[in-house]
């Protein structure tokens, strides 16, 4: 069965790091390219950032550039977020998820697995 699995999300104080992974099984991750989506209690699942396939190439929502990092490494099958200088408006479920079709700004319909989810907790 091919899955995508979270890992990495903790309570973390405002100003903190956290590197959360993406880890695939039984699916060939280097034909997709890879995003990140968050939810908060009581909101809408949002994108958070993308990859390419290969890695090469990144994008990221305004809330998050030039705090968050993407980053991948095909032969571990894994891909990774590294968020630094939380803020409490981070804090919600992270799902990684799979689309063979890249956008810069990706369509959420579009992926077609998607993992359970890990929690990110930013509060004092």
């Known amino acids: 069965q091919s899955q995508l699995v979270e890992s990495g999300g903790d309570w973390v104080p405002p100003g903190g790091s956290l590197r959360l992974s993406c880890t695939a099984s039984?699916?060939?991750?280097?034909?997709?390219?890879i995003g990140w989506f968050r939810q908060a209690p009581g909101k809408e699942r949002e994108w958070v950032s993308v990859?390419?396939?290969?890695?090469?190439?990144?994008n990221y929502a305004d809330s998050v550039k030039g705090r968050f990092t993407m980053s991948r490494d095909n032969a571990k099958k894994v891909v990774y977020l590294q968020m630094n200088s939380l803020k409490p408006e981070d804090a919600g479920v992270y799902y990684c998820?799979?689309?063979?079709?890249?956008?810069?700004?990706?369509?959420?319909?579009?992926?077609?697995?998607w993992g359970q989810g890990t929690q990110v907790t930013v509060s004092s």
């Open positions: 039984n699916f060939t991750l280097d034909w997709y390219a």
């Open positions: 990859i390419n396939s290969i890695g090469s190439t990144t």
């Open positions: 998820a799979a689309t063979i079709y890249f956008k810069p700004i990706p369509d959420m319909s579009a992926h077609e697995y």
